[in-house]
């Protein structure tokens, strides 16, 4: 029997249920940083779409280079928190739940055949500490794969190669909502993290990340001793 019991939250009710204070906002600033950076990389991909669509192939093509720098960016930030959670998941007491990813969020085949294989993983395997090393690894993988092939278009447009063909500039497009899905998986991944790092572990962490904690906000390692997760 899991020694949860049964007051183990599902991974929906532990993304609606409240962070303390100062886990909240190591994740509020983590998100917000995605979240703006996200924001910029999608505007000028909607600007390249513009320009081609008014016929400006040559604005078109400079601007495209400009998206996939800005997808770099942030494809870059996700995959290090990936790396960043592995290592310092080694500090939890338990692992948090995830659920496999889902392949009817996933447009393009390197997100069908991540969630596919995530999905066999996640029902062979039983332990809470395997499936989600798993994912993370999945993700940081996907996200990798999603970021060179973004480039790759990219580099294709930029060349000139084929601006009035659209197989390139669709392929932008299936990119990006695969890239969001997984902006949202390590959303709730870095949320449910959180909860079970246990607040000792919270500074270096964050520190890490690039978080500035005020120094009011984890309390001192002497009022710890008899903390938890």
């Known amino acids: 029997?899991?020694?949860?019991?049964?007051?183990?939250?599902?991974?929906?009710?532990?993304?609606?249920?409240?962070?303390?204070?100062?886990?909240?906002?190591?994740?509020?600033?983590?998100?917000?940083?995605?979240e703006s950076?996200?924001?910029?990389?999608?505007?000028?991909?909607?600007?390249?779409?513009?320009?081609?669509?008014?016929?400006?192939?040559?604005?078109?093509?400079?601007?495209?280079?400009?998206?996939?720098e800005l997808f770099g960016r942030v494809a870059t930030s996700l995959i290090q928190f990936c790396e960043a959670m592995s290592r310092h998941s080694r500090h939890l007491r338990s692992f948090p739940c995830v659920k496999p990813l889902n392949t009817r969020f996933f447009r393009g085949d390197i997100g069908q055949h991540a969630a596919s294989w995530n999905g066999i993983l996640h029902h062979v395997l039983f332990a809470d500490r395997s499936r989600f090393y798993h994912k993370v690894r999945i993700l940081?993988?996907?996200?990798?794969?999603?970021?060179?092939?973004?480039?790759?278009?990219?580099?294709?447009?930029?060349?000139?190669?084929?601006?009035?063909?659209?197989?390139?500039?669709?392929?932008?497009?299936?990119?990006?909502?695969?890239?969001?899905?997984?902006?949202?998986?390590?959303?709730?991944?870095?949320?449910?993290?959180?909860?079970?790092?246990?607040?000792?572990?919270?500074?270096?962490?964050a520190h890490e990340m690039g978080v500035p904690l005020s120094s009011a906000s984890v309390p001192q390692q002497a009022r710890l001793s008899g903390a938890s997760a």
């Open 37 to 68: 950076h996200y924001a910029m990389m999608s505007v000028s991909l909607d600007d390249s779409l513009a320009l081609r669509a008014r016929g400006e192939l040559v604005c078109a093509r400079q601007q495209v280079s400009v998206t996939a």
């Open 140 to 205: 940081a993988e996907t996200l990798r794969r999603l970021e060179q092939e973004f480039r790759k278009a990219c580099n294709v447009i930029s060349r000139g190669a084929s601006v009035h063909r659209s197989e390139p500039w669709k392929t932008l497009d299936c990119i990006h909502y695969d890239f969001n899905t997984c902006l949202r998986e390590n959303e709730i991944l870095l949320k449910s993290f959180l909860r079970a790092l246990p607040v000792q572990n919270l500074r270096a962490f």
């Open 1 to 34: 029997m899991s020694p949860w019991g049964s007051s183990r939250k599902s991974v929906p009710e532990e993304w609606i249920c409240a962070l303390p204070r100062d886990k909240s906002e190591t994740f509020e600033s983590l998100v917000a940083n995605w």
